[in-house]
């Protein structure tokens, strides 16, 4: 049975290097790819009712995007390689989201682009890709 | 035996409303032995301010007196005076009741709090925990991630309510009902908690979703349906109408003039008067910041505000435990002294009974169980089980009423053990004010921008809530929702400049007004609410509903 191997897309260009590496690497081991888009999203914000009323729809059209803009047109650049591509979008914490979506695809690999987060960024809020390392079953690959 | 039940419930409800005006005039024969500050407070001296007084807590300083006026406002009150005195009477009308004055709105209210309570088994203990458990996502499924999540929905109810009556009207009920108020505030907090539950459940379930998605919901709505469902459709369809009228006037008044004049008085308190003469400036300068919000829709406005409305009540709340803490040799009296006067109510008018109605009367127009604003704003969730709502949202008078009123009593009861007179003349949000300063000299500055950032998510809020009303009158049209956008945003500079009493006593009015069809509706479909609580329950229990943490 194949492998699977998850990438985490943003649309940056450190995205586009890790689904690169990525696919060179599903090509060697005949593995196929599963293209992520994760929406940052916290159930615990606060919103005026006016948005909790158009929120629905604002969630629609995020994943049209997702789709549309990135996770489509990479999925076709790469239809010539003959790898097999699945797309996923999701809402919530980034690496707790793509952890998420590792388990649930059985992944046995997560490539992901350096966020190029500054250390002010991540001191406050932490750091995505720290997170992801720590909280990961399987091993993540960090594209510079 | 349904349909006695409703000839009743309708026959019940035309005494209240059509006999109220003949009856009112023995309204003032009782309230020869109040103090004047206490005459005060319950407007038979003023009774422009009076409704409002009650209502908010609200103690309006010299500044803002009604004997200023002149010009456009003082036209404009002399022509509504005398249908605002009216409607006020009508809609707050007392009925003397062993040496005191009981609201029959507040009664009708009550009523129906413990009705749902019992109807419904105590729902609010027994769907507590469940309640943390939704808050918290356990039972969020993954796949609805990014849609509006039960704390969201919850956070933004809340914040609608949690306001200038959570810090003033808990110092008035003090005053005027002694210590004994603060425990049947806790009491009728409690039983809020089963209306709360059985109209937002009901918003959800009856909620009118449009083509292109967007959802509207409130009472209107579940009232013209519910009453359609029962072959009473010319009913129903009168009772949602007015019901959106009067949740239109209330967001206009209650939801918003008064909002902002509160919050320019604040302001121009803490200045020392630095602001006087200067409301004109303070009211477009907010109605200025209202528009960019809700007509540009610049939410990163809105969204910072509900983010610090948060934080200020749980900097309130930290801050007020600090006071009752460095007072502690008091709180075993304070604690007394509620139990006492719940019973006693020694000093008081009226006695223990006194303290009850006032407790009472706090506690319904702090959390607005019964009125249904809430309701409107649940509606906007998606979720395939209307119940959820309705539980989370029994937490609404849980932290309004039960945390915060509650705390801030404390505050008060320690500070007056400790020191009888600690106040002086002050009442409202000044006493309350003068507990904290105690201890902490420069709390009145902070205390003072939570209530402005407290007026001003209430506005934003209630904004909503009249939109829904207008929108259900008019059509969901967008002229017409900016021409109300419009509207509202020059309520809030009005609302700065001109003391437009009568206007506001007419909206306060009508927002207690409407309580009377909600609760009615209520009643009806109360058995609907109980199956779908049944039933979810039961799934519940067999696992069909499954936690996801």
Same mark, same amino acid.
Not at chain 2, 157 to 166: C, D, E, L, P, R
């Given at each position: 049975?194949?492998?699977?191997?998850?990438?985490?897309?943003?649309?940056?260009?450190?995205?586009?290097?890790? %689904?690169?590496?990525?696919?060179?690497?599903?090509?060697?081991?005949?593995?196929?790819?599963?293209?992520?888009?994760?929406?940052?999203?916290?159930?615990?914000?606060?919103?005026?009712?006016?948005?909790?009323?158009?929120?629905?729809?604002?969630?629609?059209?995020?994943?049209?995007?997702?789709?549309?803009?990135?996770?489509?047109?990479?999925?076709?650049?790469?239809?010539?390689?003959? %790898?097999?591509?699945?797309?996923?979008?999701?809402?919530?914490?980034?690496?707790?989201?793509?952890?998420?979506? +590792?388990?649930?695809?059985?992944?046995?690999?997560?490539?992901?682009?350096? %966020?190029?987060?500054?250390? %002010?960024?991540?001191?406050?809020?932490?750091?995505?890709?720290? +997170?992801?390392?720590?909280?990961?079953?399987?091993?993540?690959?960090?594209?510079? | 035996?349904?349909?006695?039940?409703?000839?009743?419930? $309708?026959?019940?409800?035309?005494?209240?409303?059509?006999?109220?005006?003949?009856?009112?005039?023995?309204?003032?024969?009782?309230?020869?032995?109040?103090?004047?500050?206490?005459?005060?407070?319950?407007?038979?001296?003023?009774?422009?301010?009076?409704?409002?007084?009650?209502?908010?807590? =609200?103690?309006?300083?010299?500044?803002?007196?009604?004997? @200023?006026?002149?010009?456009?406002?003082?036209?404009?009150?002399?022509?509504?005076?005398?249908?605002?005195?009216?409607?006020?009477?009508? &809609?707050?009308?007392?009925?003397?009741?062993?040496?005191?004055?009981?609201? &029959?709105?507040?009664?009708?209210?009550?009523?129906?709090? #413990?009705?749902?309570?019992?109807?419904?088994?105590?729902?609010?203990?027994?769907?507590?925990?469940?309640?943390?458990?939704?808050?918290?996502?356990?039972?969020?499924?993954?796949?609805?991630?990014?849609? &509006?999540?039960?704390?969201?929905?919850?956070?933004?109810?809340?914040?609608?309510?949690?306001?200038?009556?959570?810090?003033?009207?808990?110092?008035?009920?003090?005053?005027?009902?002694?210590?004994?108020?603060?425990?049947?505030?806790?009491?009728?907090?409690?039983?809020?908690?089963?209306? @709360?539950?059985?109209?937002?459940?009901?918003?959800?379930?009856?909620?009118?979703?449009?083509?292109?998605?967007?959802?509207?919901?409130?009472?209107?709505?579940?009232?013209?349906?519910?009453?359609?469902?029962?072959?009473?459709?010319?009913?129903?369809?009168?009772?949602?109408?007015?019901?959106? =009228?009067?949740?239109?006037?209330?967001?206009?008044? $209650?939801?918003?003039?008064?909002?902002?004049?509160?919050?320019?008085?604040?302001?121009?308190?803490?200045?020392?008067?630095?602001?006087?003469?200067?409301?004109?400036?303070?009211?477009? =300068?907010?109605?200025?910041?209202?528009?960019?919000?809700?007509?540009?829709?610049?939410?990163?406005?809105?969204?910072?505000?509900?983010?610090?409305?948060?934080?200020?009540? #749980?900097?309130?709340?930290?801050?007020?435990?600090?006071?009752?803490?460095?007072?502690?040799?008091?709180?075993?009296?304070?604690?007394?002294?509620?139990?006492?006067?719940?019973?006693?109510?020694?000093?008081?008018?009226?006695?223990?009974?006194?303290?009850?109605?006032?407790?009472?009367?706090?506690?319904?127009?702090?959390?607005?169980?019964?009125?249904?604003?809430?309701?409107?704003?649940?509606?906007? #969730?998606?979720?395939?089980?209307? &119940?959820?709502?309705?539980?989370?949202?029994?937490?609404?008078?849980?932290?309004?009423?039960?945390?915060?009123?509650?705390?801030?009593?404390?505050?008060?009861?320690?500070?007056?053990?400790?020191?009888?007179?600690?106040?002086?003349?002050?009442?409202?949000?000044?006493?309350?004010?003068?507990?904290?300063?105690?201890?902490?000299?420069?709390?009145? $500055?902070?205390?003072?921008?939570?209530?402005?950032?407290?007026?001003?998510?209430?506005?934003?809020?209630?904004?909503?809530?009249?939109?829904?009303?207008?929108?259900?009158?008019?059509?969901?049209?967008?002229?017409?929702?900016? =021409?109300?956008?419009?509207?509202?945003?020059?309520?809030?500079?009005?609302?700065?400049?001109?003391?437009?009493?009568?206007?506001?006593?007419?909206?306060?009015?009508?927002?207690?007004?409407?309580?009377?069809?909600? $609760?009615?509706?209520?009643?009806?479909?109360?058995?609907?609410?109980?199956?779908?609580?049944?039933?979810?329950?039961?799934?519940?229990?067999?696992?069909?509903?499954?936690?996801?943490?």
């Amino acid at each position: 049975m194949s492998q699977k191997i998850l990438v985490a897309l943003d649309g940056s260009a450190g995205g586009k290097r890790a %689904l690169e590496a990525a696919a060179k690497h599903a090509m060697l081991t005949d593995s196929e790819l599963i293209l992520s888009y994760i929406i940052d999203w916290t159930p615990y914000s606060f919103h005026t009712p006016e948005e909790l009323e158009e929120r629905h729809q604002r969630r629609e059209s995020e994943i049209q995007r997702a789709n549309e803009s990135v996770l489509e047109p990479e999925a076709r650049a790469l239809k010539d390689s003959g %790898l097999s591509i699945q797309t996923v979008v999701r809402h919530g914490k980034i690496a707790d989201a793509l952890v998420d979506v +590792a388990n649930e695809f059985g992944v046995s690999q997560i490539f992901l682009g350096r %966020l190029g987060e500054s250390r %002010l960024h991540s001191m406050v809020f932490g750091s995505v890709t720290s +997170a992801l390392l720590q909280n990961s079953k399987v091993p993540v690959t960090v594209v510079p | 035996m349904y349909a006695k039940l409703t000839r009743i419930l $309708i026959a019940a409800f035309s005494i209240v409303v059509f006999s109220a005006p003949t009856v009112f005039a023995q309204d003032t024969s009782q309230q020869e032995s109040l103090s004047p500050t206490q005459a005060w407070i319950q407007g038979i001296e003023n009774p422009n301010l009076g409704y409002r007084s009650w209502i908010h807590g =609200i103690v309006p300083p010299e500044s803002i007196s009604i004997e @200023k006026q002149t010009g456009i406002d003082a036209t404009i009150n002399a022509a509504t005076a005398p249908v605002a005195e009216f409607i006020g009477k009508v &809609v707050f009308f007392k009925i003397p009741f062993f040496g005191t004055d009981l609201p &029959v709105v507040v009664l009708w209210l009550v009523i129906g709090a #413990v009705f749902f309570t019992v109807y419904m088994g105590f729902i609010n203990l027994r769907g507590f925990k469940h309640a943390i458990e939704l808050v918290r996502g356990d039972y969020a499924d993954p796949k609805s991630k990014g849609e &509006v999540s039960h704390f969201q929905a919850l956070a933004t109810a809340v914040s609608g309510t949690v306001g200038i009556g959570n810090i003033g009207g808990v110092a008035v009920a003090v005053t005027v009902g002694g210590a004994g108020a603060t425990f049947w505030l806790i009491v009728a907090g409690f039983l809020g908690m089963s209306t @709360k539950f059985v109209e937002c459940t009901l918003g959800v379930k009856y909620r009118n979703e449009f083509d292109d998605g967007h959802v509207s919901g409130g009472p209107m709505y579940y009232l013209r349906q519910g009453f359609a469902e029962r072959n009473m459709e010319g009913f129903g369809k009168f009772m949602g109408s007015f019901y959106a =009228i009067g949740i239109f006037i209330g967001a206009l008044g $209650i939801g918003n003039m008064f909002q902002s004049n509160q919050a320019y008085v604040q302001l121009n308190n803490v200045s020392g008067g630095a602001l006087d003469g200067l409301g004109w400036l303070v009211g477009l =300068i907010m109605a200025a910041v209202v528009f960019i919000v809700i007509i540009g829709g610049i939410k990163s406005i809105a969204r910072v505000t509900e983010k610090i409305v948060p934080f200020m009540a #749980v900097f309130y709340c930290v801050f007020a435990i600090i006071v009752i803490l460095m007072n502690a040799n008091t709180i075993p009296q304070a604690i007394a002294n509620i139990f006492s006067g719940a019973f006693t109510g020694e000093g008081v008018t009226g006695g223990a009974l006194g303290a009850m109605i006032i407790g009472f009367q706090r506690a319904v127009f702090s959390n607005e169980a019964g009125i249904g604003s809430a309701s409107i704003a649940h509606s906007a #969730v998606r979720t395939n089980e209307p &119940v959820t709502e309705g539980i989370v949202s029994l937490l609404e008078p849980f932290i309004d009423t039960i945390v915060i009123c509650t705390i801030t009593a404390l505050v008060i009861g320690t500070a007056q053990v400790a020191d009888p007179n600690f106040a002086g003349d002050a009442v409202g949000v000044a006493m309350t004010s003068a507990a904290f300063e105690r201890e902490f000299t420069w709390f009145p $500055i902070p205390l003072a921008f939570a209530a402005v950032l407290f007026a001003f998510s209430t506005m934003v809020s209630w904004s909503y809530y009249g939109l829904k009303g207008w929108t259900y009158l008019f059509g969901e049209g967008v002229n017409g929702q900016n =021409i109300y956008k419009l509207l509202f945003c020059a309520f809030v500079a009005l609302g700065c400049v001109v003391q437009l009493g009568p206007i506001l006593d007419i909206s306060d009015a009508l927002v207690f007004l409407i309580c009377v069809p909600n $609760i009615l509706g209520l009643y009806f479909l109360a058995p609907v609410v109980k199956r779908e609580m049944d039933s979810y329950f039961a799934r519940i229990q067999s696992g069909e509903i499954k936690k996801f943490k």
